[in-house]
């Protein structure tokens, strides 16, 4: 799957990285210690479910509703620590930001597979 980024195919390995990367920010307050933060930890829980859901659900029937719900919400993972106000914990912050930019990046990149785009112009 991982074999050729260019081709249609690889969107289900985009997806399938989005589930990785929603499991990874669901787990990380216990994961990487900041579990005694609420706030924290039930934002990183909740959005790497949801982030899960978008993308298992983009694997089963490929939308691009689905990618462009997955790019909204990689934006906000990456939003949140400030927002929120948990963005002093640096376990939180930086788990936040990396698997929010992941999400984000990965549902931009099957769009724009989705829409048979070159990858270069030259």
Do not use: C
């Amino acid at each position: 799957m991982l074999k050729n980024l260019a081709s249609d195919s690889s969107r289900p390995a985009l997806d399938v990285v989005n589930i990785l990367a929603g499991i990874a920010l669901a787990l990380s307050p216990w994961l990487l210690g900041y579990a005694a933060d609420a706030v924290a930890v039930w934002h990183a829980f909740i959005a790497g479910v949801i982030t899960v859901l978008i993308a298992a659900r983009a694997l089963v029937a490929f939308h691009k509703y689905e990618e462009w719900a997955n790019l909204v919400v990689g934006l906000w993972i990456v939003a949140a620590p400030w927002v929120l106000g948990f963005a002093g914990l640096a376990a939180a912050m930086w788990s936040h930001a990396i698997a929010g930019a992941v999400v984000a990046a990965l549902a931009a990149a099957s769009l724009w597979l989705a829409n048979d785009r070159p990858l270069s112009a030259a």
